[in-house]
């Protein structure tokens, strides 16, 4: 029983204190995931390689595939050595990928997330060159 007060002490107090879990924060969440994913599909436009960019919310996917990614198996079927290529580079350049989707949390900025949709590009553009030869 000690276990269940201290968790909703924890949750009242954060609730209370940091104020990360109100409407106005969600909507501006969900607004700039929205913006990340149309960043996301604007920087594959004209690449060689399929990708498709997938969620909804504050989230986002990538997937290497030219098949509409509708579920997870739809996910799975697509160039999985062209993802971790893709993390490993946003890795490279200060980004961290613990998923298979991504996207803004509560202090994120809109600047925070155009730096992300650039890193996102960049790396995308150069696996594009070298998947072209």
Avoid at 38 to 50: T, V
Avoid at 62 to 89: K, P, Y
Avoid at 91 to 113: C, H, K, M, W
Wanted: charged share 25%; hydrophobic share 40%.
């Amino acid at each position: 029983m000690a276990v269940h007060i201290f968790r909703r002490s924890a949750v009242y107090y954060w609730r209370r204190r940091v104020k990360l879990a109100t409407p106005e924060v969600f909507a501006r969440v969900r607004a700039q995931g929205a913006r990340l994913r149309e960043g996301l599909r604007r920087a594959a436009d004209g690449l060689r390689i399929p990708v498709q960019v997938t969620g909804e919310g504050p989230c986002a996917g990538i997937h290497f595939t030219r098949e509409d990614v509708v579920d997870a198996d739809t996910a799975e079927r697509g160039n999985q050595d062209l993802w971790r290529l893709m993390c490993l580079g946003v890795t490279n350049q200060g980004l961290a990928i613990t998923s298979r989707t991504f996207g803004p949390i509560a202090p994120y900025t809109g600047e925070d997330v155009e730096h992300v949709i650039g890193i996102f590009a960049e790396t995308l553009r150069r696996i594009d060159q070298a998947a072209a030869g």
